[in-house]
């Protein structure tokens, strides 16, 4: 089986030209798959996670601090997570609707929606580098202590117990390094392949780039468009289920409850409370700006 | 690049005798299989070596894809019949004169007297690098070759186009659609019956089909209703060359008057687009209208509204333009 499709160009060169359609199938089959195990390990053999008590040590003049209503998402961050997702969805089915037999003319649709992403991404790269917490979504030292530690105990081997997350569990932050993989790639090939077709914005120049380079831009944007039907099909599952349930409804109404927070949180890893005593210094960079 | 050589390649060949065995032969071997109406566009591409298809089915001996019909609402012709017959038909002559012409402006006799008028219809686009093997976006590439600044992109497209900018080549394709033809198409799902302008898709819904025709589907035949019989009609075709060619741009109209002026109008042209065009705009704004130089005059502004011309086809828009004109006249006055 042929996973990219290849060509011979007027100069006799084999050039790549697509992905295999087939692989839209492969990726939507994966997803499906991954919630079905996902579905059967948490509710069969998964045993409920049990953290290191993260409390000793922080003061209970802080944890009476923290808010009823914990602040984690700005209305502007939900903006963008919204006007992302309307995008994201608009482009997936205007790519692949075609390829599953429901014709339309998909190319304008395709590219407007595009740039309703492009443009997007780049304001959230900005609203994150200069006004959020722009550490917080990365995996650090401790996520991955604590992702081997999860790992071994699963296995019945002697490990600490894992502690409770700063803002983001790892399990979100490798979701957001994935999308950002697929989505700046999926953009960056677009926003160049955007030279092919009629646009407002560029004199079309099928010409900017060799048969070569252009054939691997498209297979690079078919690989990160159908690695996109995974990525969602996880990411709708994840927010549905009901023990993840109030991550979700803090990306709707930007905040999670105490209980909460307290449970899965690690109030000197997310620092909340309006002000941090000297007692429960931060321990690590994720807690140096106001929550998003 | 394409070679003509001596001998097609191999293909194992079937020739039902009726349009079940056909479609059981196409669900059979689905996109596999290849179908042979005259085999004047089919012939091309084999002995170019571009496509390859591994089955042939031959629909030369279904007779019940051949011949016209009256119906009680018109007539139905079958796919197979020959554009000569069309020609020569005296019952489509009488009512129908508009296809006749438009069948008789198709190649040459020879043509004409092999060509049939479902594959005339159903043809595949003639641009040069696509039927010249390139990997182009017709042919499931990723770019077009004639919509570049030193593309050859004279015959091209002025309309609609998305990506691709190859025109529909058809001449019959305008008249039936002026005529308010209804294509019949099986499918292993049963028939389906669609107006002759939805048979034809452009390159934004499906980049490499000029017909909503998809691998088991069989044109079987055209219903052409009484609306329009008898009707003032015209049709028009500039070509290169007069006695063998494809068109640079044809009309076709059908026309019912009341007194002077224009009582019901579809007007419809080919070879600026992908698909055949039918000019919705141009009827509107003609009906009720004096069949007068004014109204020639706005209806040919109307219709090149959104003409958007490549580097060497910028004549297709006054060609367009004066052709509509020129029909909206009914061929009384020069352009």
Known sequence: MNLIQWATSPWGQQVPTHISWILLWVSAIAGLSFLIVHALYVSIWAKKTAHADSS????????????????????????????????????????FLPKVGVQFA????????GIVLSISVLYHIFDAFWFQDFWSIWPDKIDIEDAGNRVKRAMGQDAPAPRKFAKYPLENKLYHLAVMCAGLSA??????????????FFERNPYLFSDMTWGWMYVLHGLA???????????????????????????IFGWMDREHYLEHHDPRRWSVAPETPASATPASPESKKAPA | MA??????????????????????????YGAKAWVLAGGLDSFDWFKDRIKRPEVVIDLSQVKELRGVRATSDGLEIGAMTTLTEVVHHPMIREKYSILPSAAEAAASPQIRNQGTIGGNVSQDARCWYYRGGWPCYRAGGNICYADTPTGLNREHAILDANRCVAVNPSDTAPALIALDAKMVVRTPKGERVVDAENYFIGPGTDITRMTILKPGDLLTSIKIPSTWAGSQFYFEKVRDRAVWDFALVNVAAAMVMSGDSIQRIRIAVNGVAAHPVRLTAVEAAVVGKPCSEETAEMAGQIAIRGAEPLQYNGYKVPLMRNLVKRAIRGGSAQA
């Open chain 1, 56 to 95: 000793a040590g922080i003061s209970p003049a802080v944890v009476a601090k923290i808010p009823e209503r914990v602040p984690r998402h700005s209305l502007s961050a939900r903006l963008f997570h919204a006007i992302m997702a309307l995008s994201m969805l608009a482009l997936l089915f205007t790519a």
């Open chain 1, 106 to 113: 998909w190319v304008t649709y395709h590219w407007i929606a």
């Open chain 1, 187 to 200: 953009i960056i090939t677009g926003l160049f392949m955007m030279k092919r077709v009629r646009t407002p």
């Open chain 1, 225 to 251: 468009g159908v690695g996109f039907v995974a990525l969602v099909i996880t990411h709708i599952y994840m927010a549905i289920r009901p023990e993840k349930f109030f991550i979700t409804k803090s990306m």
């Open chain 2, 3 to 28: 070679v003509i050589h001596d001998v097609i390649p191999a293909f194992e060949l079937f020739q039902p005798a009726s349009v079940d065995d056909a479609l059981s032969l196409q669900s059979r």
